[in-house]
């Protein structure tokens, strides 16, 4: 898949390009480096730790615990991708997942709180995802036909799905929030040895980053962020598509509260402030263009997992901790600073 | 590049303008169920009338409601004007301009926690310069002319408490961490402070430096997971406050270390208190918030009359746990989420 998922980028990437400019092959190639050039650093990383703590890094148990820890922010950031592709952002996230993890705690409380059956569970679930895509959908539209900037919009949504939950809460992360029949599956189960979380999130990965390279809605996702004008002319629906889009994030900002209801099981009210900063740091850590119109999946994995191996390795070592601030700091900025000068090549050609 | 500050500063003022909504609409609630109060209890003398405010760290934290809640009672009892506001996070940015719209009120009197040592100083002299006596209850603030009283917990006390209980349930043996919120808060501080010394009591015990996690239950559980990486001989943690804990309880059960590694955590919450029931922590250690709510209005009082005032004041401490959970003596110090 690995592969497969960089060459799709490159090739869906290509046709909207082309015409514009008539990329030689070379240029395509440095047109990845930024991704390339991550994974460098994440390899490099993860050699630095390994070499530093033997028998202690890089080990089953060590690497089963990052990739638990990455889980929730993996599928945010797919969701994220799908956003920055259209040259958009999602703000609220954090409060949408808290949002949607109230309403599903909300009724599983009044519904047999932590002995609830599975009945309760499974309507639990789509309770979340429901929430999640509804107010991603209107978000969307709001993007869409209101002409208001996603900026505005997602931060208008991030004080109020947090606001709402709040006022349902009374502010207070309720007590049962979460059924110990889905704490036991997905919060802390495993098949293989591989535990559930992970396994939900590479399949997410692993299909909306199939949807981006191999699908229409992946096409017309890259193209609208390419050039919104050119898409609509040729045909795309560029506004509907857009709510699409941010349903989508929204739908997996739904599948977040589950896991983190399954995880921590408490909805952990006061404790996502920062989830959209950490999604859009590992997005745009993955070669994701914030002006749109590039991007891809697997770049995103790349930079959910820098700050993930970059906490865990500088921990493991017995490094200061601060030291990761200033570390995923330094990555972020050099990224998009790389992004910048590709943009300025591109457009001299 | 310049876009991300932005969105960064614009998310900041976002987040103070929903927590002046919220807040605001908790404190016309408040001062209503006070204003009743007020008028039915007139045999107060000089307190009569006088109007004072709290600011609490966290409003939803169940450890501030019930010293709100205590708080309230009392200023009843002596015929003060109540109200009550507080962050909607543990943040100074948050808390500023709650200290400033009550400011605007001038309140004779003004019990506040503090969210940070020193960014709040010239807030508070300046409310302080205006007339208003106030108290500083459980958090402080460095400069030692800012309020008439200080009233908390002993937190290094606390610390003390803690590491003793956690030291017992570990067995005297393996590695110790603490896993805190974030630096520069003095209540923590000062508790990390009473732990870490204590602990040099039992030599067998190794302490690692102290991790912070800024309040997210999913960074404490991802750094609890990687310090059993390092030290698989981890017997203990001792967590910095709920969120912590929960994070922590989380990163243990992945590990399917819950039971082997021994959770002593601060204050007494409802969920904290389940989490002991469950086996999920081993220890908590319980503040008397109450009676800081009930001692800070004692206090301005006393300003207002004109009679001595203690400017220091530490209230009691006891380590709960599945043991002695069901102790009257004990249970009694579990905090409330709601009056």
Same mark, same amino acid.
């Given at each position: 898949m690995t592969t497969t998922t960089t060459e799709g980028v490159q090739q869906t990437g290509t046709p909207q390009q082309a015409p514009r400019s008539g990329i030689p092959p070379w240029l395509r190639k440095v047109a990845s480096i930024s991704e390339v050039w991550?994974?460098? @650093?994440?390899?490099? +990383?993860?050699?630095?730790?390994?070499?530093?703590?033997?028998?202690?890094?890089?080990?089953?148990? *060590? +690497?089963?615990? /990052?990739? #638990?820890?990455? %889980?929730?922010?993996?599928?945010?950031?797919?969701?994220?991708?799908?956003?920055?592709?259209?040259?958009? /952002? *999602?703000?609220? @996230?954090?409060?949408?997942? #808290?949002? $949607?993890?109230? %309403?599903?705690?909300e009724y599983n409380?009044?519904?047999?709180?932590? *002995?609830?059956?599975?009945?309760?569970?499974?309507?639990? @679930?789509? @309770? $979340?995802?429901?929430?999640?895509?509804?107010?991603? %959908?209107?978000?969307?539209?709001?993007? $869409?036909?209101?002409?208001?900037?996603?900026? /505005?919009?997602? +931060?208008?949504?991030?004080?109020?799905?947090?606001?709402? %939950?709040?006022?349902?809460?009374?502010?207070? *992360?309720?007590?049962?929030?979460?059924?110990?029949?889905?704490?036991?599956?997905?919060?802390?189960?495993?098949?293989?040895? /591989?535990?559930?979380?992970?396994? +939900?999130? $590479?399949?997410?990965?692993?299909?909306?980053?199939?949807v981006l390279t191999r699908t229409r809605f992946g096409t017309y996702t890259l193209a609208i962020g390419s050039n919104a004008a050119a898409g609509q002319r040729a045909g795309i629906r560029v506004g509907r598509h857009l709510v699409k889009v941010y349903a989508l994030m929204g739908l997996l900002a739904g599948l977040g509260a589950v896991m983190w209801l399954a995880s921590f099981g408490t909805t952990s009210i006061a404790g996502h402030s920062s989830d959209n900063l950490k999604v859009i740091t590992a997005v745009v850590l993955g070669g994701t263009s914030l002006f749109g119109g590039r991007g891809s999946v697997l770049g995103t994995v790349i930079g959910v997992f820098i700050p993930a191996v970059l906490t865990t390795g500088l921990i493991v070592v017995g490094v200061q901790q601060y030291w990761q601030d200033v570390a995923v700091g330094i990555v972020l900025v050099a990224a998009v600073y790389v992004d910048q000068v590709r943009r300025k090549t591109r457009e001299r050609v | 590049m310049s876009r991300t500050p932005t969105r960064r500063h614009l998310l900041a003022v976002a987040v103070a303008t929903v927590a002046l909504a919220t807040t605001a609409a908790c404190s016309s609630s408040g001062s209503t169920a006070s204003g009743s109060g007020s008028g039915s209890s007139a045999a107060a003398g000089g307190t009569s009338g006088k109007k004072i405010a709290l600011i609490t760290g966290v409003?939803? &934290?169940?450890?501030?409601?019930?010293?709100?809640?205590?708080?309230?009672?009392?200023?009843?009892?002596?015929?003060?004007?109540?109200?009550?506001?507080?962050?909607?996070?543990?943040?100074?940015? !948050?808390?500023?301009?709650?200290? &400033?719209?009550?400011?605007?009120?001038?309140?004779?009197?003004?019990?506040?926690s503090p969210v940070d040592t020193n960014a709040l100083t010239p807030s508070l002299k300046q409310i302080q310069g205006a007339g208003t006596k106030i108290a500083l209850? &459980?958090?402080?603030?460095?400069?030692?002319? !800012?309020?008439?009283?200080?009233?908390?917990?002993?937190?290094?006390?606390?610390?003390? !408490?803690?590491? &003793?209980?956690?030291?017992?349930?570990?067995?005297?043996?393996?590695?110790?961490?603490v896993i805190s919120v974030k630096p520069g808060i003095s209540t923590t501080d000062d508790r990390i402070k009473g732990f870490t010394e204590e602990m040099t009591k039992y030599p067998n015990i190794k302490v690692l430096p102290t991790l912070y996690d800024n309040d997210e239950p999913a960074t404490a559980a991802s750094q609890i997971q990687s310090t059993l990486a390092a030290h698989p001989d981890l017997g203990g943690v001792f967590a910095g406050n709920t969120n912590t804990g929960q994070g922590i309880a989380t990163g243990l059960s992945q590990a399917g270390k819950q039971g082997q590694v021994k959770v002593a955590a601060f204050d007494a919450e409802p969920d904290e208190v389940a989490a002991l029931k469950n086996g999920s922590l081993q220890v908590l250690v319980a503040q008397d918030p109450a009676a800081i709510g009930r001692e800070a209005v004692d206090q301005l009082a006393a300003a207002f009359n004109g009679q001595p005032v203690q400017a220091s004041v530490g209230t009691t401490m006891v380590a709960i746990t599945k043991d002695n959970i069901n102790d009257p003596g004990v249970s009694k110090y579990v905090y409330k989420s709601g009056c």
């Amino acid at each position: 898949m690995t592969t497969t998922t960089t060459e799709g980028v490159q090739q869906t990437g290509t046709p909207q390009q082309a015409p514009r400019s008539g990329i030689p092959p070379w240029l395509r190639k440095v047109a990845s480096i930024s991704e390339v050039w991550t994974f460098v @650093i994440l390899v490099a +990383l993860v050699a630095v730790f390994s070499t530093a703590a033997p028998g202690k890094f890089f080990t089953a148990y *060590d +690497l089963t615990q /990052i990739a #638990v820890n990455a %889980a929730i922010y993996l599928v945010l950031g797919v969701g994220m991708t799908f956003v920055v592709i259209t040259s958009g /952002i *999602d703000l609220s @996230i954090g409060s949408v997942l #808290v949002l $949607a993890a109230v %309403a599903a705690g909300e009724y599983n409380l009044h519904n047999g709180g932590p *002995d609830a059956n599975w009945t309760t569970v499974a309507v639990c @679930i789509a @309770i $979340a995802l429901v929430v999640g895509t509804l107010w991603g %959908a209107l978000q969307g539209r709001l993007v $869409a036909t209101g002409k208001v900037p996603p900026l /505005i919009v997602t +931060l208008g949504g991030l004080g109020t799905a947090l606001g709402i %939950a709040e006022l349902i809460t009374g502010g207070q *992360d309720p007590a049962g929030a979460a059924a110990s029949n889905l704490q036991n599956t997905l919060g802390y189960g495993k098949l293989f040895g /591989i535990p559930w979380l992970v396994i +939900l999130a $590479a399949a997410v990965t692993l299909v909306f980053g199939l949807v981006l390279t191999r699908t229409r809605f992946g096409t017309y996702t890259l193209a609208i962020g390419s050039n919104a004008a050119a898409g609509q002319r040729a045909g795309i629906r560029v506004g509907r598509h857009l709510v699409k889009v941010y349903a989508l994030m929204g739908l997996l900002a739904g599948l977040g509260a589950v896991m983190w209801l399954a995880s921590f099981g408490t909805t952990s009210i006061a404790g996502h402030s920062s989830d959209n900063l950490k999604v859009i740091t590992a997005v745009v850590l993955g070669g994701t263009s914030l002006f749109g119109g590039r991007g891809s999946v697997l770049g995103t994995v790349i930079g959910v997992f820098i700050p993930a191996v970059l906490t865990t390795g500088l921990i493991v070592v017995g490094v200061q901790q601060y030291w990761q601030d200033v570390a995923v700091g330094i990555v972020l900025v050099a990224a998009v600073y790389v992004d910048q000068v590709r943009r300025k090549t591109r457009e001299r050609v | 590049m310049s876009r991300t500050p932005t969105r960064r500063h614009l998310l900041a003022v976002a987040v103070a303008t929903v927590a002046l909504a919220t807040t605001a609409a908790c404190s016309s609630s408040g001062s209503t169920a006070s204003g009743s109060g007020s008028g039915s209890s007139a045999a107060a003398g000089g307190t009569s009338g006088k109007k004072i405010a709290l600011i609490t760290g966290v409003k939803s &934290d169940p450890f501030y409601i019930t010293m709100t809640c205590a708080a309230q009672d009392e200023a009843k009892a002596k015929g003060l004007q109540f109200i009550a506001d507080g962050s909607a996070q543990w943040d100074v940015s !948050v808390q500023r301009p709650l200290i &400033d719209s009550v400011a605007a009120s001038q309140p004779n009197g003004l019990m506040i926690s503090p969210v940070d040592t020193n960014a709040l100083t010239p807030s508070l002299k300046q409310i302080q310069g205006a007339g208003t006596k106030i108290a500083l209850v &459980d958090t402080s603030v460095t400069d030692p002319s !800012v309020g008439i009283s200080r009233i908390s917990s002993d937190n290094e006390k606390g610390g003390q !408490v803690a590491a &003793d209980a956690l030291a017992k349930q570990m067995g005297d043996k393996g590695s110790a961490i603490v896993i805190s919120v974030k630096p520069g808060i003095s209540t923590t501080d000062d508790r990390i402070k009473g732990f870490t010394e204590e602990m040099t009591k039992y030599p067998n015990i190794k302490v690692l430096p102290t991790l912070y996690d800024n309040d997210e239950p999913a960074t404490a559980a991802s750094q609890i997971q990687s310090t059993l990486a390092a030290h698989p001989d981890l017997g203990g943690v001792f967590a910095g406050n709920t969120n912590t804990g929960q994070g922590i309880a989380t990163g243990l059960s992945q590990a399917g270390k819950q039971g082997q590694v021994k959770v002593a955590a601060f204050d007494a919450e409802p969920d904290e208190v389940a989490a002991l029931k469950n086996g999920s922590l081993q220890v908590l250690v319980a503040q008397d918030p109450a009676a800081i709510g009930r001692e800070a209005v004692d206090q301005l009082a006393a300003a207002f009359n004109g009679q001595p005032v203690q400017a220091s004041v530490g209230t009691t401490m006891v380590a709960i746990t599945k043991d002695n959970i069901n102790d009257p003596g004990v249970s009694k110090y579990v905090y409330k989420s709601g009056c």
